[in-house]
């Protein structure tokens, strides 16, 4: 293993056993396949073409390090870059080596970032304001959503505080590496909306030139999202509607009713994803009528109709909020591409002709367009700022999928994987990170930026505990 300041560990044999370096068995390698003698970095045992074709395993899987290397393992006669196998943390410590190059790596100084914040909490008290950019001339020529691969990771800052003085200064701190911020787009979450207030005032009281003022944006899959909650509960059946699903759930998960199950309702953002909820009551009322699908012959139809018969009492009801739905799905599919713009605000009321059809639909596609309305206020013809920050919410997702893997919760290093997954690694990325970052940069960017782990504390209050 290429860490330096550490003893090389012995090549790892997949089986959970381990041979001595450079003991390649014929078993390991079979004797038809001739391994290229790809370039390698100075102090590296691994080439280039190796170490990228196994960190590519691992974040195109999103799969443990030990689940990397034991694939690496058994596809190993059809990988002939690989004459051993490098070892779980081996793989680890390269990934991370790229997420760190990343994060540091000097940003491009320009008068239109647009910028994109949001805090993601673990177990204990600490937690991480992830910050993403793109410029606005790189955002005008994608005509889709927004993909992970186009932001660039302005800031990973762990804190076990924030507040509004704090974000003002993250934001402040990523200014002085990119330039100018021209927009700014958040949840809304209290110390976020303070802060960015906060940053915003600083800039103008500067009376910096042809200093611009960034703009400040909804997210608007939160903000319509919250819409779409408040139209739900303002009709009373929704209460009852999610009380039954919420009571029969219960009921029927563990007898031959359990396939056909409600959805489990989430705690955070659940009206974010509700649609799921009213479909399926779309489609369970529809097997109760018998007009589209069947029930399988494992379920009686009579036991059926006991546990989910209420369904027909929200008949009328379903069909109004499946049509709210629709409102938002539909002018969230428009501001994923099309953003906040002067001419976006036509462009949703010609999406919401097909789907005014009841008085509360009507009430929200109005509440919908005034907010869109407001967003947009002021911004010049033929200029757009990203509307959404679904892609922050992918990337914290992806966080969360790699520190379960390699936490008992809490941060670890492991939040270096943000910054990785937004790049597109290749060989030259691979050569560039290695060369210019050393595990021990990625030690001490550990210790300064997140402190004693979870995991760390544990082992040492309670380390007569297996593991702790």
């Known amino acids: 293993m290429e860490i330096e300041g550490r ?14 370096k450079n003991s390649v068995s014929k078993e390991t390698v079979p004797p038809e396949i001739n391994p290229p003698r790809s370039r390698r970095l100075a102090n590296h045992e691994y080439s280039v073409a190796a170490i990228f074709r196994a960190v590519q395993i691992y974040a195109g899987g999103t799969i443990s390090f030990h ?36 994060l540091n ?20 008290n600490q937690k991480c304001l992830i910050i993403l950019g793109i410029r606005i001339s790189e955002w005008a020529l994608i005509d889709r959503p927004l993909e992970r691969k186009d932001m660039t990771v302005l800031m990973l800052d762990v804190v076990e505080r924030s507040d509004g003085n704090m974000v003002q200064q993250q934001l402040v701190e990523v200014q002085k590496k990119i330039g100018t911020i021209a927009s700014v787009t958040s949840d809304q979450g209290s110390d976020l909306v303070r802060g960015i207030e906060m940053f915003v005032e600083s800039q103008a009281n500067q009376n910096i030139p042809n200093q611009v003022k960034p703009r400040v944006f909804k997210d608007y899959s939160h903000a319509s999202s919250h819409i779409l909650k408040a139209n739900l509960l303002a009709d009373s059946q929704w209460g009852l509607f999610l009380s039954h699903c919420g009571s029969t759930q219960p009921k029927v998960k563990q007898t031959s009713l359990g396939a056909l199950a409600p959805p489990t309702q989430k705690v955070k953002g659940r009206y974010m994803s509700i649609g799921e909820m009213i479909r399926w009551g ?23 109709l006991l546990k989910y018969g209420w369904i027909k009492d929200f008949r009328r009801s379903l069909t109004k909020w499946y049509e709210l739905d629709v409102l938002r799905e539909q ?9 906040y713009s002067s001419k976006v605000v036509d462009e949703l009321k010609a999406k919401q002709s097909s789907y005014r059809n009841h008085e ?17 206020e002021s911004i010049p013809k033929g200029t757009s700022y990203p509307a959404s920050t679904e892609v922050l919410e992918s ?21 270096l994987g943000i910054a990785a997954s937004a790049i597109r690694i290749t060989e030259a990325v691979v050569t560039q990170s290695l060369e210019a970052v050393r595990e021990i940069n990625v030690r001490v960017w550990g210790k300064e930026t997140i402190g004693s782990t979870l995991t760390s504390i544990r082992r040492a209050a309670m380390p007569g505990i297996k593991g702790a």
Not at 292 to 300: M, V
């Open 360 to 376: 509360c639909s009507r009430l929200m596609a109005d509440q919908l367009v005034e907010l869109v309305r407001d967003q947009c």
């Open 105 to 124: 790596s000097p940003k491009e100084i320009a008068d239109d970032w647009a910028i994109m914040l949001d805090h993601t909490c673990q177990l204990g």
């Open 67 to 102: 689940a990397c290397t034991r694939l690496i393992t058994c596809l190993q006669s059809e990988l002939p870059e690989f004459q051993s196998i490098p070892a779980p943390n081996t793989i680890q410590s390269w990934f991370l080596r790229i997420g760190l190059h990343s």
């Open 282 to 304: 779309q489609e369970m009322l529809a097997l109760v009528d018998e007009t589209n699908g069947e029930l399988p012959k494992e379920i009686d139809r009579s036991t059926f």
């Open 395 to 415: 990337m914290i997702g992806k966080s969360k999928q790699m520190q379960f893997q390699h936490s008992r919760g809490g941060f670890t290093k492991m939040v």
């Open 7 to 20: 003893r090389r560990p012995e090549a790892y044999q997949g089986d959970g056993g381990f041979a001595k």
């Open 331 to 339: 002018s969230l599919k428009l501001l994923r591409v099309a953003g």
